[in-house]
């Protein structure tokens, strides 16, 4: 099942580098992502058959770059 996250960001693309960043050296699977330059946010697409929903937001919740999440 596909699971759709959007994060809203602190700094932009600065924050979205980083957030990416972090979810790849996790070695957590993400099938789409993009980011948002006028909301400054990121949208996140994950197959929860590869990889937990719960265990990417745990990780994200984390990071100072991340102020507010929603899972779709």
């Known amino acids: 099942m596909r699971r759709n996250v959007y994060a ?12 990416a960043m972090t979810l790849r050296r996790k070695e957590l699977s993400i099938e789409e992502i993009s980011m948002n330059r ?3 946010g990121m949208y996140l697409t994950i197959n929860e058959d590869e990889t937990s929903l719960e265990e990417v937001v745990n990780h994200m919740r984390k990071l100072y770059d991340v102020t507010d999440l929603h899972v779709q």
């Open 8 to 19: 809203k960001l602190n700094q932009g693309m600065d924050s979205f580098l980083r957030v």
């Open 38 to 40: 006028e909301q400054s």
